[in-house]
């Protein structure tokens, strides 16, 4: 009775592992799975956060590329009391996951970035009125709570527009990395 009893326990401990398994691979490395993760995202960011993502043709396995024809999203801005928006034209994203964490590496994470590319990015992002004349700038440096390194190989943006003026065009970069 009692190796019935462990033999029993055993295996639903075995099968459960399985399915966790099976679950986790689906939601990874297919486009299926990754079409669920995208859903619930929407789902949670709208109903917790208040953002609003929409899009066109997107499809993608999250362990090799994403790809949207269109990415577009929303929210309402509380000290400035207006709505914002972010639109992405033709995104593609492609990365290899195999060398994100390393035992061995002094820098544990590496973000390996095969490709990002974007036709056109707008940014529709009102000004406050007490920041009329501010320009846009980008943070010098942004502090993650993980040490983390990447190798972009390339990225390309084609038009990035800021509240109706192009800020540039045709921007390339190759083989970057920090």
């Known amino acids: 009775m009692i190796k019935k009893s462990i033999f029993l326990v055993l295996f639903l401990l075995i099968f459960c592992c399985g399915l966790v398994f099976s ?33 066109k043709n997107a ?23 207006k709505s ?14 195999e060398n994100f ?13 095969n490709n990002i590319a974007a036709k056109k990015i707008t940014l529709n992002l009102p000004k406050n009125s007490a920041s009329n004349d501010e320009k846009f700038t980008l943070p010098e440096n942004i502090k993650l709570p993980f040490d983390l390194q990447y190798k972009i190989k390339n990225l390309v943006i084609q038009n990035l527009i800021y509240n109706n003026q192009k800020i540039f065009e045709n921007l390339q970069l190759n083989s970057h990395s920090a």
């Open 23 to 55: 679950a986790l691979y689906f939601l990874l490395n297919t486009k299926q799975g990754f079409n669920v993760i995208f859903n619930v995202s929407q789902i949670i960011l709208n109903s917790q956060f208040d953002i609003k993502i929409t899009t």
């Open 59 to 81: 499809e993608g396995i999250l362990l090799e590329y994403i790809k949207f024809g269109e990415l577009k999203i929303k929210y309402f801005d509380e000290s400035s009391k």
């Open 84 to 97: 914002n928006e972010i639109i992405i034209n033709n995104f593609d994203f492609s990365w290899s996951p």
């Open 101 to 113: 964490y390393n035992f061995n590496r002094k820098q544990k994470f590496l973000l390996e970035v």
